[in-house]
């Protein structure tokens, strides 16, 4: 016999989960809802507009859920995001989730998935989910006990695990790339804040770069600290600096006629990895906005000759990505 308490989980959580403060707290109340399986059906009218949520990680986790709580409402809206062009993890959440579903309106959708999306890893849990609709069979956990529920819900983050990466540079076009932080005039950086201890004043650091881009009037300085974060910021010719995201940055490339940075961070369980497109309007200052979604975390990247992006991904092998958007894995020699 369950409490009250316990019947009640499913609209305790969407009454937090409508009271969320930021993205974190949502991750931990789509989790908590997600643990519940079926008794937090009762949630998702709750969690379902979250999949148009403009966080990209929120809708992730969104789409995750619903599979978790067998949300059958959520069909149309995730069979439209097994087909979302920008976001290579959606797809993936997507598909396990209509697996978990069992709902035959989604196979034709799976089937093409199965067979003609770009990523691998992709094509081969559409297939599953196929087979799990066919069979009306539930997914084994693939981690054992209640308390390791967390590694299974967050278990798409290594899950490109396998893929191959190439590991040697194919032909690229210097001229396009971005340059040492240290080719900057005059080894010029930039300042940046760092947070002290309870009550005392952020300290007040000077920073070169990791890699710049010249652009109009200034560059586009990134920097990579791994763990303990990074940013990138407009570095003016007249001596002004102004800060555009907070984000640990690779790279920064013209691609075509946008303008990429390659960002993301692999530590501990957590593997991310996204290219932001960076653009000014007349008179505004530098934005970025997600563009599309890497498998995982970027590892070395440059331009190809055939004017495409290649990003060594980790966990994730080497891909391709073309001015338009277009996503490819890279046909490479195995390593023996």
């Not at 989980?9 to 079926?38: E, M």
């Not at 290594?158 to 080894?187: F, I, K, V, Y």
């Not at 586009?220 to 995201?245: N, T, Y």
């Not at 990505?321 to 894995?329: E, F, H, N, Y």
């Amino acid at each position: 016999m369950t409490s009250p308490a316990a019947d009640n989980a499913a609209k305790i959580l969407a009454r937090r989960l409508g009271q969320a403060q930021d993205s974190l707290q949502t991750t931990l109340v789509l989790r908590d809802i997600a643990q519940l399986g079926a008794r937090g059906r009762e949630a998702g009218e709750d969690v379902l507009p979250l999949m148009d949520d403009e966080n990209w990680d929120t809708r992730v986790l969104a789409a995750r859920t619903l599979g978790f709580i067998d949300y059958q409402p959520s069909v149309p809206r995730l069979v439209k995001a097994l087909d979302e062009p920008a976001d290579v993890r959606l797809n993936w959440v997507a598909a396990e989730s209509l697996g978990r579903l069992h709902n035959v309106a989604a196979n034709d959708a799976l089937q093409r998935a199965s067979s003609q999306h770009w990523y691998p890893p992709v094509r081969r849990t559409a297939k599953e989910a196929i087979e799990h609709i066919r069979a009306a069979s539930p997914y084994a956990p693939r981690y054992s006990g209640l308390e390791n529920f967390p590694l299974e819900y967050f278990a798409y983050e290594g899950w490109g695990r396998g893929e191959w990466d190439c590991g040697t540079p194919q032909p690229s076009n210097p001229a396009r790339q971005s340059s040492p932080g240290w080719s900057l005039p005059m080894g010029r950086g930039y300042e940046r804040q760092v947070e002290q201890g309870p009550g005392e004043k952020p300290m007040v650091v000077r920073s070169i770069p990791d890699v710049v881009l010249r652009v109009a009037n200034g560059w586009l300085a990134g920097s990579d600290r791994g763990e303990f974060g990074g940013e990138l910021v407009f570095l003016g010719d007249d001596g002004s600096q102004h800060l555009i995201v907070e984000t640990d940055v690779q790279n920064v490339v013209a691609l075509g006629g946008r303008t990429i940075a390659v960002t993301g961070l692999a530590h501990m369980m957590f593997n991310h990895g996204v290219l932001l497109e960076v653009s000014r309007r007349a008179g505004g200052p530098w934005v970025a906005s997600p563009w599309r979604r890497l498998p995982g975390a970027p590892g070395k990247s440059w331009l190809t000759t055939t004017g495409e992006l290649l990003v060594d991904v980790y966990r994730g092998g080497t891909i391709l990505v073309a001015p338009d958007g277009s996503m490819r894995v890279a046909s490479c020699p195995r390593r023996r």
